[in-house]
């Protein structure tokens, strides 16, 4: 079992900053691929950025490219989502997810555990 718990939300001007933080517990994360997805009201359940086991290899949704960076330390067991030239477009709940996979990570179906979500709001 892998207990998943977001921080770092809030409220920003459009063109500002966050870090998202997701700690994990029970398990060490170092055992997981992780992943960030996003929900905007009445809308589904978003992939955002993954990140592999090692770190090594990334991937990220072609809206956030550029703007967002996803990292980890897993001496920390923490997850990181570091956003950057935010717009109002991405206010969202974001939530941090954890795969004992290694393959189809922008799949939510991947994704066996989850956080509670932490709500980010980009104002214009």
């Known amino acids: 079992q892998v207990q998943l718990v977001e921080s770092g939300g809030g409220l920003v001007q459009a063109g500002g900053s966050l870090r998202l933080s997701c700690a994990a517990s029970?398990?060490?994360?170092?055992?997981?691929?992780m992943a960030w997805f996003r929900q905007a009201p009445g809308n589904e359940r978003d992939f955002v950025a993954a990140i592999a086991r090692g770190g090594g290899i990334t991937h990220y949704a072609d809206s956030v490219k550029g703007r967002f960076t996803i990292s980890r330390d897993n001496t920390k067991n923490t997850v990181y989502l570091q956003m950057s030239s935010l717009k109002p477009e991405d206010t969202a709940v974001y939530y941090c997810?954890?795969?004992?996979?290694?393959?189809?990570?922008?799949?939510?179906?991947?994704?066996?555990?989850w956080g509670q979500g932490t709500q980010v709001t980009v104002s214009s």
């Open positions: 997810a954890a795969s004992p996979g290694t393959w189809d990570l922008r799949n939510s179906n991947r994704y066996n555990y």
């Open positions: 029970g398990r060490t994360v170092s055992s997981y691929a």
